[in-house]
């Protein structure tokens, strides 16, 4: 397997982050497993001092924008995230799913990598933000952004708060 070399950049930085599940099974239409992704993604942001800017969390996936104060954090940052996740559903889909997420006695939820892309200016923060939001509309699981669950779609629509509470402060309006 080939490692990807991540840029050594120390200072702070908005990311937009993607990770997916193995196979893209998916495991996050069972609304207690994704309740614990999106508290796990929580925990992490007050962890690591970050701040959440916009999510969704798809049947297989997930979409991110995050602030780090020192984006080299970025890979412990999701590592974090993928452990602590996996061990929290791992209970609770082991017997639906083991065929698919144990391998050689190893309960494995998410991919091995992820991908990232760090967000300079204004055009890219709105094409970003608008591909996060629109996510369930383009996989036909809705019909407007803001009717799905497990996305800051609505949020920065102005109609409610989402799960997860957001930081619209930072961004390149």
């Known amino acids: 397997m080939t490692i990807r070399k991540r840029l050594q950049i120390e200072e702070p930085g908005l990311t937009f982050v993607t990770t997916t599940v193995v196979d893209w099974t998916p495991i996050f239409n069972v609304h207690p497993v994704a309740k ?6 929580e925990g ?18 997930i ?7 020192e984006i080299s954090f970025l890979s412990k940052f999701i590592q974090a995230f ?26 494995g939820l998410w991919k091995p990598r992820f991908d990232d892309f760090i967000i300079n200016d204004k055009r890219q923060f709105h094409t970003k933000l608008d591909y996060i939001h629109n996510n369930p ?31 619209k402060s930072i961004c390149y309006l």
């Open 63 to 69: 979409h991110m924008m995050i602030y780090l104060p």
């Open 137 to 167: 509309v383009r996989a036909g699981l809705v019909l407007q952004a803001t009717d799905w669950p497990y996305s800051s779609a609505s949020d920065w629509a102005g109609n409610k708060p989402g799960f997860l509470p957001i930081d």
């Open 36 to 41: 614990q992704i999106l508290l796990t993604l």
């Open 82 to 107: 993928k452990s602590i996740s996996s061990r929290r559903v791992k209970g609770i889909c082991i017997k639906t799913y083991s065929h698919r997420f144990v391998k050689n006695g190893r309960f």
């Open 44 to 61: 992490n942001i007050r962890q690591y001092k970050a701040c959440l800017v916009a999510y969704v969390l798809m049947p297989s996936h």
